[in-house]
């Protein structure tokens, strides 16, 4: 067999994973989240709960979503009389739509560091996605 094949069958997704990962609050607003992807040169990251589990995906992809219906975002910044409970005063707070939950990708797919970089872009093809999460199960 030629060994460029041999080789490209025998690589694993260890052998090609990025090892610098870049991790995105839930919580953050999209600007902020559109900043550490510029910063760390990335055009896409794992979304991450209060308890640093993995709950999504932002990428590139969700960005230009989000200009496309940028219509929705129309009530950002506008100002809301809230109370918290009844009997409680009322207070002043500001709308924000605009957070990386209501523009992730919910569905994560992932691999482990051992398997085969074949089944990974398979699996890659199949879902029409572009990133898996590299899960270590140690």
Same mark, same amino acid.
């Given at each position: 067999?030629?060994? @460029?094949?041999?080789?490209? #069958?025998?690589?694993?997704? $260890?052998?090609?994973?990025?090892? %610098? ?10 600007? !902020? @989240? $559109? $900043?550490? #992807? ?26 230009? #979503? ?11 910044? %506008? ?25 992730? !990708? ?13 089944? @990974?872009?398979? $699996?890659?093809? %199949? ?7 590299? #899960?270590?199960?140690?």
């Amino acid at each position: 067999m030629n060994s @460029a094949i041999e080789r490209l #069958l025998n690589l694993r997704v $260890a052998d090609v994973m990025s090892s %610098k990962v870049v991790r995105i609050s839930e919580d953050d607003q999209m600007s !902020t @989240a $559109a $900043a550490i #992807l510029d910063r760390n040169d990335v055009s896409g990251a794992p979304v991450v709960d209060e308890a640093g589990q993995c709950v999504g995906i932002i990428s590139s992809s969700d960005f230009e #979503l989000r200009t496309a219906h940028s219509s929705d975002l129309q009530e950002e910044g %506008k100002e809301v009389l809230v109370q918290d409970a009844p009997g409680e005063p009322y207070h002043i707070e500001s709308i924000q739509r605009d957070h990386v939950r209501d523009h992730m !990708t919910n569905v994560v797919e992932s691999a482990s560091p051992e398997t085969p970089i074949m089944d @990974a872009a398979r $699996a890659m093809c %199949k879902e029409h996605i572009h990133r898996l999460v590299v #899960l270590n199960c140690e």
